[in-house]
């Protein structure tokens, strides 16, 4: 404390040579002039007034608040990096459709023309024939469509989304620039000759890639 804030006169209960009391709301009683200590020890004693005490502690308080509400806003700020992830397959009927030869892949990693394009095209599907009844394949599109990462908001989908050409129509995501950066550590030659398979069998890789979590 500057000695400048040092009170001039000690509240009551307080003998010369204990801790002064702050709180400029505390009656000051009339000490004549010789009797004021020219220092007030700094040392915090038990002779403390109880209303001094409470003030401290009101004090120490006021200053833990900010760090308080910031403890309690903090989940929410976290809620926001989960920019970093796509949303997950929430529909049942494309789960079962898609998520049978390879991981059902998140709508977010292509925009919707792609997801109409690859829904069109089942029956050469990557050399692979997708059988879908007519009803099933509509249900689903529309939930790729709906969830295609033009449409959606997020970091990493629009990241993607960044890279895919205003006319282009991409089928795979693993062909985005935006994958290819962030697999260039990656041999995807060594994943074809592993028991990966595959660079789009991303579980082997990704433990929470059905949860569209990819940094780890
Ligand atoms: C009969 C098996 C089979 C089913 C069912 C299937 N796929 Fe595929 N899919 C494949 C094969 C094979 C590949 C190519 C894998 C590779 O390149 O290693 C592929 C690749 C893909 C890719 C490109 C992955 C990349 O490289 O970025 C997308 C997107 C895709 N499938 C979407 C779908 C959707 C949507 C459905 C559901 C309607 C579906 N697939 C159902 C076999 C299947
Ligand atoms: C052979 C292993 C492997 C496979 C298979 C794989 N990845 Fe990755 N992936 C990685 C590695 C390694 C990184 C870099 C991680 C890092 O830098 O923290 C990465 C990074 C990523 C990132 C960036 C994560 C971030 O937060 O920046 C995304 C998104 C991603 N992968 C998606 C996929 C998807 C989708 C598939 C399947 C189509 C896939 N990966 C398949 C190994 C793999």
Redesign the pocket.
């Known amino acids: 404390m500057p000695l400048d804030r040092v009170p001039t006169v000690l509240p009551v209960g307080l003998r010369p040579g204990l801790p002064a009391c702050r709180h400029p709301d505390i009656p000051a009683p009339h000490i004549p002039a010789p009797h004021i200590p020219a220092i007030v020890p700094l040392a915090a004693g038990p002779h403390l007034t109880f209303r001094c005490m409470v003030m401290s502690y009101v004090r120490v308080l006021r200053l833990l608040l900010p760090a308080a509400l910031l403890l309690l806003l903090l989940p929410v700020a976290s809620a926001h990096a989960d920019d970093?992830r796509v949303p997950p397959v929430r529909d049942r009927a494309t789960r079962a459709a898609c998520g049978s030869c390879h991981m059902a892949?998140q709508p977010g990693?292509l925009p919707a023309r792609s997801w109409e394009a690859i829904m069109a095209s089942l029956d050469n599907h990557f050399g692979a024939r997708v059988a879908l009844p007519e009803g099933e394949r509509e249900a689903v599109t529309r939930y790729l469509v709906q969830n295609a990462g033009d449409r959606i908001s997020g970091e990493?989908a629009s990241a993607f989304m960044a890279r895919v050409h205003p006319r282009g129509t991409p089928r795979r995501?693993?062909e985005n620039p935006e994958?290819i950066h962030?697999?260039r550590?990656?041999s995807w030659y060594e994943?074809g000759n592993s028991a990966?398979g595959s660079?789009?069998?991303?579980r082997?890789?990704?433990r929470k890639?059905e949860k569209g979590r990819?940094?780890d």
């Open positions: 970093d892949f990693f990493l995501l693993t994958f962030e697999h550590k990656t994943v990966i660079i789009v069998n991303c082997a890789c990704h890639a990819y940094d």
